[in-house]
């Protein structure tokens, strides 16, 4: 007993030195300010004791986030926070439905991207009202009715149902009211960090702040008409399901005629991009939905044991909503930092410009997440079309790998590594 008892203490003695010793050289190619910053600690094995948290902590929030509580000891250093979940946001309650909201103020790495969640009962209303920033929205439960008119003053009326997207650019004056038999709940996202859903155009608002005798002058109407309009601003009320979608095309085309343009985008229009054992991705930019010229999306599945494949977005930071299962990320931040997190449905993820990542699938249901881009268009690169399209010696150099190990890389990006 003894004597194995020491045997098995030399060889834990000998892998916590070689341990040490690669952190030690690691440590050796960065400069002195990133190791002090890393505080040596990438690399080196730690035991169950030292990962021990005996105090005060969250065990709820703590079992959702097993990669913060022990994280890969891959990961290194200080790098912002690129999670926030929805479920801390202040939710404005109204008869009629709720909203609450995740901008930069929430999460300050998300400069080119806000998203708002909103609930409207059947019936319930979001006032008729626009913003600076352009609206893209996915449907995520039930059935709304949106109206807008477009530049030419031609009115759009149209029911969205579950995955279908809509887009409204600056300026254009819209409004989303919940269906039968239970109202809608859906994602708008913003192409702006900065929006706030406290600071639009309300029509109700705009009205009561204008002067009456303005009012009644500017609709040749000298009634006492323009009395009764609410003091507050509506945001979101409750009212009567609408008529049949035909009946009220009909009455707001008028005599202009309804919008040739679609602000709408069906969930049968998306076309799977790419699929594998895997998962798979719709990819939906402005080539596939025109008026969506600055939003691009990536509607993404990924099975248990898939892997959204190591990459990165030349072109635009990268805003992330969950809408299903559990995955992690991890997000390389150059200089030898590395964070992980892990994500669920309500959750928000944020990868800013260029930087590589991947999520993978860590539960035993269906991962899926929407990737959003400031952007007319989507474009990522891949890993693994990197190497396989890069000089073989050349990419060997710096791996220390052997030719076999490169051969057997995909040749083309995959999107979604294969089960
Ligand atoms: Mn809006
Ligand atoms: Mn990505």
Same mark, same amino acid.
């Given at each position: ?73 891959? =990961? ?210 402005s080539s596939l ?12 599945t990924v099975h ?14 990268e805003w992330q ?20 997190? =892990? ?77």
């Amino acid at each position: 007993m003894k004597s194995s008892r020491t045997i098995e203490k030399g060889k834990v003695s000998r892998r916590e030195f070689l341990a040490s010793s690669t952190a030690l050289s690691t440590v050796g190619v960065l400069s002195a300010a990133a190791a002090a910053q890393q505080g040596q600690e990438s690399g080196r094995a730690v035991s169950d004791r030292s990962k021990s948290d005996p105090g005060p902590t969250n065990k709820a929030l703590d079992a959702q986030n097993p990669s913060s509580v022990v994280p890969p000891d891959t =990961d290194a250093g200080s790098v912002p926070a690129f999670k926030y979940s929805f479920s801390f946001a202040h939710k404005r309650l109204y008869e009629g439905g709720w909203s609450r909201e995740v901008t930069v103020r929430e999460l300050p790495v998300s400069k080119s991207i806000a998203a708002v969640d909103m609930r409207l009962t059947a019936g319930g209303i979001r006032e008729l009202h626009w913003h600076a920033a352009a609206e893209w929205a996915i449907m995520l439960y039930g059935s709304a009715r949106i109206t807008c008119i477009d530049a030419d003053g031609r009115s759009f009326v149209a029911d969205v149902k579950e995955g279908d997207l809509w887009f409204f650019p600056t300026g254009i004056p819209h409004s989303i009211q919940g269906l039968g038999p239970d109202g809608a709940e859906f994602l708008l996202v913003f192409d702006d960090g900065n929006f706030s859903e406290y600071a639009t155009v309300l029509l109700s608002d705009w009205l009561v702040h204008t002067p009456r005798e303005v009012l009644a002058k500017n609709f040749s109407d000298g009634s006492q008409a323009w009395e009764k309009i609410p003091r507050d601003g509506l945001f979101i009320f409750q009212s009567e399901v609408p008529p049949p979608l035909a009946a009220d095309q009909h009455s707001a085309a008028g005599n202009l005629g309804s919008s040739t343009v679609d602000f709408a985008f069906r969930r049968t229009q998306q076309p799977v991009t790419k699929r594998t054992s895997g998962g798979e991705v719709r990819i939906v930019d402005s080539s596939l939905f025109k008026v969506s010229t600055t939003i691009a999306a990536a509607i993404v599945t990924v099975h248990p044991g898939g892997m959204r494949e190591l990459h990165w977005h030349p072109n635009a930071d990268e805003w992330q909503y969950y809408i299903s299962g559990n995955g992690r990320m991890t997000v390389f931040a150059t200089g030898g930092r590395a964070r992980t997190a =892990d994500f669920e449905a309500g959750d928000v993820g944020y990868v800013q410009q260029t930087l590589p990542h991947y999520i993978e699938n860590t539960g035993d249901t269906d991962l899926r997440f929407l990737e959003m881009f400031k952007s007319s268009f989507y474009q990522d690169l891949s890993l693994s079309e990197w190497l396989s399209h890069t000089p073989p010696e050349l990419v060997m150099a710096h791996l220390n790998i052997d030719k076999a190990t490169l051969d057997a890389l995909p040749k083309e990006k995959l999107v979604i590594v294969p089960r």
